[in-house]
T-cell receptor, first 116, second 113 residues
């Protein structure tokens, strides 16, 4: 199957700083990337959808100025959590469909963010 | 809006016993259906998926699931559970597209020896 590589696997940052999470498609062109968030002991919730070369679409309730998504190339999408606070501590995971949005999406390994 | 319900938050079974995890969805048409497993602190692993065709689908690790349109269900089953199956299980649906998913709340499976 297709491979989506997500880094870092875990990160600890101080409150008020920014953190960047990268998702790379290793063997296919990721024209679309989905970003999900999972709070402890909860389900995964879609945060936003990004398409290469265009602005991301955010789900209701997700602050676009806080969660900056860049999808400037067909193999790389990034999520930057700006001015992180402890309540942003979560598991963030990306996924991308291998051949268009009507095919199965492959997930990255996820990033555990802890803001102290 | 579409929704996915996993009625059982936590299930405990003995090793070797059979398992069924329930999943119901709300959507006007036939969705794309998935089951994922997540071990503590880990990412998601796809167990199986249903797009169309035979409503009984086989997955990895001896899991299977059956799509029942009349019941809007996609329950996951395994005839004999192993201790290594202890994990969190998520049902997910893709409505409109197969890749943009709505997840259920998850079922935590505990396996006793």
């Amino acid at each position: 199957g297709a491979v989506v590589s997500q880094h870092p696997s875990w990160v600890i940052c101080k409150s008020g700083t920014s953190v960047k999470i990268e998702c790379r498609s290793l063997d296919f062109q990721a024209t679309t990337m989905f970003w999900y968030r999972q709070f402890p002991k909860q389900s995964l919730m879609l945060m936003a959808t990004s398409n290469e070369g265009s602005k991301a679409t955010y789900e209701q309730g997700v602050e676009k100025d806080k969660f900056l998504i860049n999808h400037a190339s067909l193999t790389l999408s990034t999520l930057t959590v700006t001015s992180a606070h402890p309540e942003d501590s979560s598991f963030y995971i990306c996924s991308s469909p291998y051949r268009g949005v009507n095919t199965e999406a492959f997930f990255g390994q996820g990033t555990r963010l802890t803001v102290v | 809006a579409q929704s996915v319900t996993q009625p059982d938050i936590h299930i405990t079974v003995s090793e070797g016993a059979s398992l069924e995890l329930r999943c119901n969805y709300s959507y006007g048409a036939t969705p794309y259906l998935f089951w994922y497993v997540q071990s503590p602190g880990q990412g998601l692993q796809l167990l199986l998926k249903y797009f169309s065709g035979d409503t009984l689908v086989q997955g990895i690790k001896g899991f299977e699931a059956e799509f029942k349109r009349s019941q809007s269900s996609f329950n996951l089953r395994k005839p004999s559970v192993h201790w290594s199956d202890a994990a969190e299980y998520f049902c997910a649906v893709g409505t409109g597209t197969a890749s943009k998913l709505t997840f259920g709340t998850g079922t935590r499976l505990q396996v006793t020896l």
